[in-house]
């Protein structure tokens, strides 16, 4: 992924050195396994609006997350680098001293150091000391604003309670974790961002990831004898209507056009829990 993005950056900045250089969406997804979407052959999950950008865009059939679990692979991500080589090297719990330093350059301050206005929204899992004094906040790496949380939606995706906006606890809110990232992603492309510049918004659903609550009105789809089941395929689907908003969003403001977005997962599925569901269209174990 890192080298996907270096080579379109580069790509795009060299086609539009005369012209307004192009908005950057990362939409990155948490345990979302590689065969979870129908254009990568889940039968049962529905996933229009995946599948119509997989089909409008291009696929990278052979990209690779840079480490199995979540905090390193964001690492990986975000800075370019071997997540080890910056100090990541396991998922990072709550309170711990693990970070990524502020030393460390991310795509974010890059870009914003280049003339974009950049925002997050979602999952953060970069620190251990989120929102507290010690180590480096979203700001420091390059974000103007933050809509976020340390790890997962507590308590879970129905109406969490522990997001951060700008360093500001926003306290309990309604609704399903998804559409809560894409509400903010929505408020700030119409209100917030700065329209004179070109901007990079890193949008990172919670969903599938434990602990996972799903909407009735995506459950209802798919019946199972094991509700474990209609909760994780629900989810899913779920995360893709929230991605086909977002991507309704970016059309109803006439940004298409100038605008590279990006979809990929952290690091695929996970194999323990409540909803140990997730695909990989025959990869796991090979």
């Not at 192009?22 to 990155?28: M, R």
């Not at 679990?69 to 990072?92: A, D, F, K, Q, Y």
Request: glycine content about 8%; proline content about 8%.
């Amino acid at each position: 992924m890192q080298r996907i993005l270096s080579t379109l950056l580069l790509a795009a900045f060299c086609a539009h050195a005369e012209t307004r250089p192009p908005n950057i969406v990362v939409v990155l997804t948490d345990d979302l396994g590689y065969g979870d979407i129908g254009c990568y052959g889940n039968k049962i999950v529905k996933t229009p609006h995946l599948d119509r950008f997989a089909r409008e865009g291009m696929r990278f059939t052979d990209c690779y997350a840079s480490h199995p679990n979540c905090s390193p692979s964001r690492t990986g991500l975000m800075t370019g680098r071997t997540p080890t080589r910056v100090g990541i090297h396991n998922w990072i719990p709550m309170l711990s001293p693990m970070h990524v330093p502020a030393s460390e350059i991310t795509i974010a301050t890059i870009l914003r150091n280049g003339g974009y206005d950049t925002a997050h929204t979602g999952k953060w899992h970069l620190n251990g000391r989120f929102n507290l004094t010690g180590q480096p906040q979203p700001n420091d790496h390059g974000f103007n604003h933050w809509f976020s949380t340390q790890n997962n939606a507590l308590p879970n995706h129905r109406n969490p309670w522990n997001f951060v906006r700008n360093a500001t606890p926003v306290g309990p809110l309604k609704g399903y974790a998804s559409g809560i990232v894409t509400d903010e992603a929505v408020h700030w492309l119409r209100e917030w961002r700065d329209k004179s510049k070109p901007f990079f918004m890193f949008v990172c659903y919670h969903e599938p990831h434990e602990p996972i609550a799903s909407d009735p009105r995506f459950m209802k789809d798919y019946p199972s004898e094991d509700l474990s089941y209609t909760a994780y395929w629900a989810n899913v689907a779920q995360m893709d209507a929230s991605f086909g908003r977002l991507m309704a969003e970016l059309d109803k403001q006439k940004l298409r056009d100038n605008t590279l977005v990006f979809f990929t997962s952290d690091n695929g599925p996970a194999r323990t829990g409540f909803h140990p569901h997730g695909e990989t269209a025959d990869l796991r174990d090979k």
